[in-house]
T-cell receptor
Framework: EAGVAQSPRYKIIEKRQSVAFWCNPI?????LYWYQQILGQGPKLLIQ????????DSQLPKDRFSAERLKGVDSTLKIQPAKLEDSAVYLC???????????????FGPGTRLTVL | DQQVKQNSPSLSVQEGRISILNCDYT??????FLWYKKYPAEGPTFLIS?????DKNEDGRFTVFLNKSAKHLSLHIVPSQPGDSAVYFC????????????FGTGTRLTVIP
């Protein structure tokens, strides 16, 4: 079974530029997550999709960050304009359908390391 | 507001000895707890979990203990091996059914051959 795919693996941009990250979850996984991991911290959830609908985006800085999962499969996270403090690793994860009340394991991709200069 | 805390940024252990990694949480709504392991340039990988209805879960060399009254959990690795050297993240999930995870800041474990 192929894992969660992310691209690019590394990105360097200057502040105020825009950037986009792509994620392809494990086949059949209905739930997709984007996390931000700043150096020295644990991953922090930015947004969670169930199929193509948003379950939780309470931690997403909506003035500059946006995400979509139009067909309920792959997803794109965009930052526009980027700030210095956006430098982090952006992790995508997926899990099976969260309905049913039981916890479903999240599988993580390798992440995209963003450096904002 | 850090709801899951790992107060030890690093830990060094001799090969063959026990490694004990600790984690504290503040939110009483958390009912499922997990440990993830992360190697450089890779995403976190699931290691072991425990439900709040249990106080211990064991999987091979890895055991997780949960003390709900103290809001504390720990991961024991016995015996420790050099391949266990990685960053270990504690994570917790609330009862809402949304499946989202709250992570600690991680502990870097170094197992010395």
């Amino acid at each position: 079974e192929a894992g969660v795919a992310q691209s690019p693996r590394y990105k360097i941009i200057e502040k105020r530029q825009s950037v986009a990250f792509w994620c392809n979850p494990i086949s059949g996984h209905a739930t997709l997550y984007w996390y931000q991991q700043i150096l020295g911290q644990g991953p922090k959830l930015l947004i969670q999709f169930q199929n193509n609908g948003v379950v939780d985006d309470s931690q997403l800085p909506k003035d500059r960050f946006s995400a979509e999962r139009l067909k309920g499969v792959d997803s794109t996270l965009k930052i526009q304009p980027a700030k210095l403090e956006d430098s982090a690793v952006y992790l995508c994860a997926s899990s099976r359908n969260i309905a049913g009340g039981s916890y479903n394991e999240q599988f993580f991709g390798p992440g995209t390391r963003l450096t904002v200069l | 507001d850090q709801q899951v805390k790992q107060n030890s940024p690093s830990l060094s252990v001799q090969e063959g000895r026990i490694s004990i990694l600790n984690c504290d949480y503040t939110n009483s709504m958390f009912d499922y707890f997990l440990w993830y392991k992360k190697y450089p340039a890779e995403g976190p990988t699931f290691l072991i979990s425990i439900s709040s209805i249990k106080d211990k879960n064991e999987d091979g060399r890895f055991t997780v203990f949960l003390n709900k009254s103290a809001k504390h959990l720990s991961l024991h690795i016995v015996p420790s091996q050099p391949g266990d050297s990685a960053v270990y993240f504690c994570a917790a999930s609330p009862q809402t059914g949304a499946n989202n995870l709250f992570f600690g800041t991680g502990t870097r474990l170094t197992v010395i051959p």
